[in-house]
């Protein structure tokens, strides 16, 4: 069972493909998912991110602010380790055994794991190939706006704040061009899945 990563900068369109190959009949596995499983109120994670970070990140129901927490790491390199060094292991423990069930259930289905920040060659390894999917900086910004969630200054930082396309080429077994039409990209998928046998 292949087991495949995708990965890509901010606004590159990662979700889409991942999306794209699930109707395709892949299962998906999408790690901010799981991010947000693994501190669940309640939750080991949680208790080790209130112990590091303190209450003031949670609310009355125990949940963690994640835009508040996000804010924080942005600004704070230190921070931000702490914080990979909580949540990292918890979310590969819990992918790992995602991954090894669907092999239990169907060993022939191909898995795409969405991996945003997919830069270090030993994690990189843990994959059977990786799928780096780009798009032109004026495309992510203008897909950021449209999201909502960013403004362009506050789109733009994220974005400077990440690894460059150049530097995750290096780990990548495919790149994607996500910038152009729906059909464009349904191409470049089609030629993956025909190098994988699909």
């Given at each position: 069972m292949p087991v495949i990563a995708i990965t890509g900068g901010i606004g590159s369109g990662k979700s889409s493909v991942r999306k794209a190959l699930e109707e395709l009949g892949a299962l998906g596995v999408d790690t901010d998912e799981l991010a947000r499983r693994v501190v669940e109120p309640g939750s080991a994670g949680a208790g080790m991110v209130r112990d590091a970070f303190g209450e003031g990140f949670f609310?009355?129901?125990?949940?963690?602010?994640?835009?508040?927490?996000?804010?924080?790491?942005?600004?704070?390199?230190?921070?931000?380790?702490?914080?990979?060094?909580?949540?990292?292991?918890?979310?590969?423990?819990?992918?790992?055994?995602?991954?090894?069930?669907?092999?239990?259930?169907?060993?022939?289905?191909?898995?795409?794991?969405?991996?945003?920040?997919?830069?270090?060659?030993?994690?990189?390894?843990?994959?059977?190939?990786?799928?780096?999917?780009?798009?032109?900086?004026?495309?992510?910004?203008?897909?950021?706006?449209?999201?909502?969630?960013?403004?362009?200054?506050?789109?733009?930082?994220?974005?400077?704040?990440?690894?460059?396309?150049?530097?995750r080429k290096g780990l990548a077994t495919w790149v994607l061009d996500n910038g152009g039409s729906r059909e464009e990209t349904s191409r470049q998928l089609d030629r993956i899945l025909a190098e994988l046998g699909r």
């Open positions: 609310d009355r129901e125990g949940r963690l602010d994640r835009k508040r927490m996000a804010e924080e790491v942005f600004h704070d390199p230190d921070a931000r380790l702490r914080l990979e060094a909580i949540l990292h292991p918890l979310i590969r423990e819990l992918e790992a055994d995602i991954v090894s069930r669907a092999l239990q259930e169907d060993p022939s289905r191909l898995v795409v794991v969405e991996v945003p920040l997919l830069t270090d060659p030993a994690r990189a390894a843990v994959y059977d190939g990786v799928l780096l999917v780009t798009a032109p900086r004026d495309v992510r910004l203008r897909r950021l706006a449209e999201s909502g969630r960013y403004t362009g200054e506050e789109a733009l930082a994220r974005m400077r704040s990440q690894a460059s396309d150049e530097l």
